[in-house]
Nanobody
Framework: QVQLVESGGGLVQAGGSLRLSCAAS????????MAWFRQAPGKEREFVAG????????YFADSVKGRFTISRDNAKNTMYLQMNSLKPEDTASYYC???????????????????WGQGTQVTVSS
C-alpha cells in the first residue's frame, strides 16, 4: 500500500502563494495518475487538479484554473501544487490522492482514488 505525505501548507494573505508537496512511498509512483483535492469545513471534498502518470497532461477545476499549477517529479516520487493569487475561498485542507495506473487525468470523483494522504491545511486571510 502506497503512503502519501503532504507538506507545505500554512497561513498566507490573499494574493500570496504556497507550494504544496506530496511525497509517495513505493516504486510504482511513476505509473499512476495523481490528483489534489481539498475540503473546507462543512463542505464535500472537491477536485482541484490532476496529472497523468508522466506529467504529460494536467487538468484543473475551473475555480483554480490560471492560478494553480500541478507538476510531478517521478525521480523523487513527489507531486507538487503551486498555488498563486490565493483567495480566502481557497482555505481548506488539501489532500493528494493516487488515481488509476496509467489513468485519465479528467477523473474528478474522489471514489476513484484509492490512496490518500493525511492532508495539509491552507488558510488564506483576507
Amino acid at each position: 500500500q502506497v503512503q502519501l505525505v503532504e507538506s507545505g501548507g500554512g497561513l498566507v494573505q490573499a494574493g500570496g502563494s504556497l507550494r504544496l508537496s506530496c511525497a509517495a512511498s513505493g516504486r510504482t509512483f511513476s505509473t499512476y495518475s495523481m490528483a489534489w483535492f481539498r475540503q473546507a469545513p462543512g463542505k464535500e471534498r472537491e477536485f482541484v487538479a490532476g496529472i497523468t502518470w508522466n506529467g504529460g497532461r494536467t487538468y484543473f477545476a475551473d475555480s483554480v484554473k490560471g492560478r494553480f499549477t500541478i507538476s510531478r517529479d517521478n525521480a523523487k516520487n513527489t507531486m507538487y501544487l503551486q498555488m498563486n493569487s490565493l483567495k480566502p475561498e481557497d482555505t481548506a485542507s488539501y489532500y493528494c490522492a493516487r488515481g488509476a495506473q496509467f489513468g485519465a487525468v479528467e477523473t474528478v470523483n474522489p471514489s476513484f482514488f484509492g490512496s490518500w494522504g493525511q492532508g495539509t491545511q491552507v488558510t488564506v486571510s483576507s
